[in-house]
């Protein structure tokens, strides 16, 4: 028998054991027209019917009969309103959309979601991010001169001072050293700076904390370069300094030198961004932003820190008592929930996660707490893995919200034992004059009508 006229049950439409018809997958697509719900004969305006897709794609037998009788889905019946909702066939099914580029770009859609820029800082978007990671174009800023255009070709690191082998390096020269990758926090020392005080709190995350970033960064390991010059055993301090336009430099004890430092050279898997450092900075995992230097163009070492600029009159901790502590390097161990957050509104009661990021600079994240009244009580929330040192560790927290006024907070531990201090407690040893290294519990506030508004203590 000719294919064209083999006829077997499986095209027919059968009963199954209620008596109501069954009809096959193809019989379906010829009476119905619609695949996976895609789209059903009839709607007008909606483009081709995925009924005509289908038929172009796999004809059918000429000879097939119609079933006498379908069951037809709920969503045949009743069709949703609207060009791009099921079962109209939305307008970019219909043509080809953009062809590939040379550099990729987000949807139009998303453009809401970017840095909130200012004079010398631009801050990342936390309430918009998911996960732990930032993508390069939101990480956020901070410069002391602007951003310096430079030629990689014509740039240099100069190693001197206390060494055996004073050197200047090409960026090639250091990209030829054995590589690792390690991904890290990246924290301003002022981030959080406006919750020293209820007048100056800031209304949104972002606004507040986006001085936070996370990457993964690729370089060499500092101490294999110092290696190769030879570090004299009674240097204690190293000089770095960047190549912008204000030679942003700070002292660096050689003990974390020769630890976890590292010369990178590339974030996210591609060259460092100009705002970022390129073609070469300095990465001291855990401690604060500004002694990271960007641009790095030379490294002395010497035997007593150089007393610069950045590490005494500014980046340095005014006490109550008129002292300042200096070489805070260390950004301890702190936690902001992101969702629900400022400048938000939750849509409806019932179920929703509380979510934030943890993080410290002495190691892993071991818990974080949630209360939803002002820290009267506390609960813990899940981390989400991995869960690296000096890393932001996402948490999450289910929470049933009645309708009813809430305060909400996180708490922090890491695995030193240090716990997340109220801001009340900060405010009690450092006093207010102070605008580094703010790590206290942050409030939300959350009205009967879901407005979620920024909040102190």
Same mark, same amino acid.
């Given at each position: 028998?000719?294919?064209?006229?083999?006829?077997?049950?499986?095209?027919?439409?059968?009963?199954?054991?209620?008596?109501?018809?069954?009809?096959?997958?193809?019989?379906?697509?010829?009476?119905?027209?619609?695949?996976?719900?895609?789209?059903?004969?009839?709607?007008?305006?909606?483009?081709?019917?995925?009924?005509?897709?289908?038929?172009?794609?796999?004809?059918?037998?000429?000879?097939?009969?119609?079933?006498?009788?379908?069951?037809?889905?709920?969503?045949?019946?009743?069709?949703?309103?609207?060009?791009?909702?099921?079962?109209?066939?939305?307008?970019?099914?219909?043509?080809?959309?953009?062809?590939?580029?040379?550099?990729?770009?987000?949807?139009?859609?998303?453009?809401?979601?970017?840095?909130?820029?200012?004079?010398?800082?631009?801050?990342?978007?936390?309430?918009?991010?998911?996960?732990?990671?930032?993508?390069?174009?939101?990480?956020?800023?901070?410069?002391?001169?602007?951003?310096?255009?430079?030629?990689?070709?014509?740039?240099?690191?100069?190693?001197?001072?206390?060494?055996?082998?004073?050197?200047?390096?090409?960026?090639?020269?250091?990209?030829?050293?054995?590589?690792?990758?390690?991904?890290?926090?990246?924290?301003?020392?002022?981030?959080?700076?406006?919750?020293?005080?209820?007048?100056?709190?800031?209304?949104?995350?972002?606004?507040?904390?986006?001085?936070?970033?996370?990457?993964?960064?690729?370089?060499?390991?500092?101490?294999?370069?110092?290696?190769?010059?030879?570090?004299?055993?009674?240097?204690?301090?190293?000089?770095?300094?960047?190549?912008?336009?204000?030679?942003?430099?700070?002292?660096?004890?050689?003990?974390?030198?020769?630890?976890?430092?590292?010369?990178?050279?590339?974030?996210?898997?591609?060259?460092?961004?100009?705002?970022?450092?390129?073609?070469?900075?300095?990465?001291?995992?855990?401690?604060?932003?500004?002694?990271?230097?960007?641009?790095?163009?030379?490294?002395?070492?010497? +035997?007593?820190?150089?007393?610069?600029?950045?590490?005494?009159?500014?980046?340095?901790?005014?006490?109550?008592?008129?002292?300042?502590?200096?070489?805070?390097?260390?950004?301890?161990?702190?936690?902001?929930?992101?969702?629900?957050?400022?400048?938000?509104?939750?849509?409806?009661?019932?179920?929703?996660?509380?979510?934030?990021?943890?993080?410290?600079?002495?190691?892993?994240?071991?818990?974080?707490?949630?209360?939803?009244?002002?820290?009267?009580?506390?609960?813990?929330?899940?981390?989400?893995?991995?869960?690296?040192?000096?890393?932001?560790?996402?948490?999450?927290?289910?929470?049933?919200?009645?309708?009813?006024?809430?305060?909400?907070?996180?708490?922090?531990? +890491?695995?030193?034992?240090?716990?997340?201090?109220?801001?009340?407690?900060?405010?009690?040893?450092?006093?207010?004059?102070?605008?580094?290294?703010?790590?206290?519990?942050?409030?939300?506030?959350?009205?009967?009508?879901?407005?979620?508004?920024?909040?102190?203590?």
């Amino acid at each position: 028998m000719s294919p064209k006229n083999h006829k077997t049950s499986a095209n027919r439409a059968t009963p199954d054991t209620t008596g109501e018809s069954r009809v096959n997958r193809r019989s379906f697509v010829q009476m119905a027209g619609a695949v996976g719900g895609a789209g059903v004969i009839g709607v007008a305006g909606a483009g081709p019917t995925s009924s005509q897709h289908a038929l172009q794609a796999t004809p059918a037998p000429e000879d097939v009969p119609e079933p006498t009788e379908v069951r037809m889905p709920p969503w045949a019946e009743e069709p949703q309103p609207g060009p791009a909702i099921p079962p109209h066939i939305p307008p970019w099914m219909t043509e080809w959309g953009p062809y590939p580029s040379e550099y990729g770009t987000r949807s139009p859609f998303e453009r809401h979601v970017v840095r909130l820029p200012g004079d010398t800082s631009s801050r990342t978007p936390l309430a918009d991010l998911h996960g732990t990671m930032t993508p390069n174009s939101l990480f956020f800023e901070r410069h002391h001169a602007g951003i310096p255009n430079i030629d990689p070709a014509e740039h240099r690191l100069m190693i001197h001072g206390m060494v055996d082998r004073p050197t200047i390096f090409t960026v090639d020269d250091i990209k030829r050293f054995p590589a690792t990758s390690v991904i890290h926090f990246h924290e301003c020392s002022g981030n959080s700076g406006s919750e020293w005080t209820e007048e100056s709190i800031a209304p949104t995350v972002q606004a507040g904390f986006g001085l936070l970033s996370q990457t993964e960064w690729t370089g060499v390991p500092l101490k294999t370069v110092l290696d190769e010059v030879g570090v004299d055993p009674d240097a204690t301090w190293m000089l770095a300094e960047g190549a912008d336009a204000a030679a942003m430099d700070r002292s660096i004890p050689i003990e974390k030198a020769m630890d976890d430092a590292l010369l990178a050279y590339a974030m996210n898997g591609e060259a460092l961004r100009p705002a970022q450092g390129y073609p070469l900075r300095l990465v001291l995992p855990g401690w604060e932003g500004n002694a990271q230097i960007k641009w790095l163009r030379r490294l002395e070492l010497g +035997d007593a820190p150089w007393q610069t600029r950045e590490e005494t009159s500014k980046y340095t901790d005014l006490m109550p008592d008129g002292s300042a502590r200096q070489f805070t390097f260390v950004m301890e161990c702190k936690s902001v929930i992101t969702n629900p957050s400022g400048g938000q509104t939750i849509s409806g009661h019932g179920f929703h996660e509380i979510s934030g990021l943890a993080w410290s600079g002495r190691g892993r994240i071991t818990r974080v707490e949630v209360s939803v009244d002002g820290g009267e009580t506390w609960e813990d929330a899940q981390l989400q893995e991995p869960i690296l040192p000096m890393a932001l560790t996402r948490f999450r927290f289910p929470w049933e919200w009645t309708g009813q006024a809430a305060r909400l907070q996180s708490r922090a531990t +890491d695995e030193t034992g240090y716990v997340q201090p109220t801001i009340q407690q900060l405010v009690e040893v450092r006093g207010i004059h102070s605008n580094y290294h703010m790590n206290g519990i942050k409030t939300w506030a959350v009205a009967e009508s879901g407005e979620v508004t920024s909040a102190w203590g």
